[in-house]
C-alpha cells in the first residue's frame, strides 16, 4: 500500500513539475511579436536619457500622479529626471524612447488591448516595443494605469510598495 501511495504522489509531483516547464518555455507564435521584458530596458545610462514620460493631453488625476511617481522614482534612483510631455509634442517612431501612461494617442503602437475578463478592475498591461514601454489600465479612472506605473517601477529599479 506504502509502495502504490508513493509512485502515485511521485507520478503527481512529476506530472506537476513537467506542465510548469511546459507552460515556461512557450515561444512567440507565428504573427505574434516577441516580446522584450521590461527588466532589460535601459532607461538611464550614465545620469542621462534621452527616455520621455508622455500623458494624454486631457489626462486623468491617476494618470497625472501615475507619471509624476515614474519621474519622481527614476529620478531617486538614478539622478536623472525624466522630462513629462504631453501625447501632442511627441512622434511615435521605433526609436522614440518614449514611456505611454494611460489612453495617448500613440497606445495604439502598442499590444495593450485589455478587457475587465483578462485583469480586474485596477490591472494594467505593459508592453515594450523596441524601447518604447506602454502602460495601460482596463478602467478609466486611471486606476490600473496607475497601478501599472508601480509595476513598471518594480520591473525597472526592483521597487516595492509597503502598506503601514
Request: aromatic share 6%; hydrophobic share 40%.
Amino acid at each position: 500500500m506504502k509502495n502504490t501511495l508513493k509512485k502515485m504522489v511521485s507520478f503527481f509531483l512529476l506530472a506537476s513539475v513537467l506542465t510548469a516547464i511546459a507552460a515556461c518555455s512557450k515561444d512567440a507564435g507565428e504573427g505574434e511579436k516577441p516580446v522584450q521584458p521590461v527588466e532589460k530596458t535601459v532607461l538611464v545610462e550614465e545620469g542621462k536619457s534621452d527616455y520621455k514620460i508622455v500623458l494624454p493631453k486631457a489626462a486623468n488625476a491617476n494618470e497625472i500622479l501615475a507619471a509624476q511617481e515614474l519621474q519622481n522614482f527614476i529620478e531617486l534612483s538614478s539622478t536623472c529626471r525624466l522630462n513629462i510631455v504631453e501625447d501632442d509634442q511627441v512622434t511615435y517612431s521605433d526609436d522614440a524612447k518614449l514611456i505611454s501612461i494611460g489612453n495617448t494617442s500613440i497606445r495604439d503602437q502598442f499590444d495593450l488591448d485589455v478587457t475587465l475578463d483578462e485583469v480586474n478592475y485596477t490591472g494594467y498591461v505593459i508592453d515594450v516595443d523596441g524601447v518604447n514601454i506602454g502602460v495601460s489600465g482596463v478602467d478609466n479612472q486611471g486606476i490600473g494605469t496607475l497601478n501599472g506605473a508601480y509595476g513598471l517601477l518594480r520591473e525597472l529599479i526592483e521597487y516595492e510598495i509597503y502598506a503601514i
